[in-house]
Antibody, heavy 122, light 108 residues
Framework: EVQLVESGGGLVQPGGSLRLSCAAS????????MHWVRQAPGKGLEWVSG????????VYADSVKGRFTISRDNVKNSLLLQMNSLRPEDTAFYYC???????????????WGQGSLVSVSS | DIQMTQSPSSLSASVGDRVTITCRAS??????LNWYQQKPGKAPKFLIY???SLQSGVPSRFSGSGSGTDFTLTISSLQPEDFATYYC??????????FGRGTRLDIK
């Protein structure tokens, strides 16, 4: 059974940094691309970033480009999201999501974690 | 960027009803369209990919159709566990891979 467990969320001041982690199990991690998708409380879903199976391609939404960095560790079966220069509008639940395929483009999110809440406020 | 417009934004229906949700893309996305179901306080669940292919384990009362710019998700006979919010998402060409704003399906 696929399991994705996020950690690292919390309250941070505007301009601050936070690093999210996602521990993956139940599948061959380095066969698949991985993504982060976020959802502001009470709002819809927004794709944030994706990374290919071998880290040779990373893609970002314009809203986070230059501030967030996605990475993965295929030895530790983990996905990371380094978030810098955080803004109040980044407040959301951040979901780790497994792609059906290995490339970071054209994603279909077939498994999701439970989400980690990031709150950006002074 | 490709915009995804869902309609209706909310819908009330009864157990046993046939329900259709529409998703329209702002440009031709061929069949690069997924559907998800989300219940309150839970992560989304993957239902349909490539416009009409049912994800493994998803009940056959769910179906998808369409291509180009117009797509539909149909639930043939609503069950109590189907009351949720449904999202479409395109995965055509380059990012961003936008979602629709969601359709909330409530019990009448």
């Amino acid at each position: 059974e696929v399991q994705l467990v996020e950690s690292g969320g919390g309250l941070v001041q505007p301009g601050g940094s936070l690093r999210l982690s996602c521990a993956a199990s139940g599948f061959i991690f380095d066969d698949y691309a991985m993504h982060w998708v976020r959802q502001a409380p009470g709002k819809g879903l927004e794709w944030v970033s994706g990374i290919s199976w071998n880290s040779d391609n990373m893609v970002y939404a314009d809203s986070v480009k230059g501030r967030f960095t996605i990475s993965r560790d295929n030895v530790k079966n983990s996905l990371l999201l380094q978030m810098n220069s955080l803004r109040p509008e980044d407040t959301a639940f951040y979901y780790c999501a497994k792609d059906m395929n290995s490339g970071a483009t054209a994603p279909s999110f077939d498994s999701w974690g439970q989400g980690s809440l990031v709150s950006v406020s002074s | 960027d490709i915009q995804m417009t869902q309609s209706p934004s909310s819908l009330s229906a009864s157990v046993g009803d046939r329900v259709t949700i529409t998703c329209r893309a702002s440009q031709n996305i061929r069949r690069y369209l997924n559907w998800y179901q989300q219940k309150p306080g839970k992560a989304p669940k993957f239902l349909i990919y490539a416009a009409s292919s049912l994800q493994s384990g998803v009940p056959s009362r769910f179906s998808g159709s369409g291509s180009g710019t117009d797509f539909t998700l149909t639930i043939s006979s609503l069950q109590p566990e189907d009351f949720a919010t449904y999202y479409c998402q395109h995965y055509y060409n380059t990012p961003p891979y936008t979602f629709g704003r969601g359709t909330r399906l409530d019990i009448k």
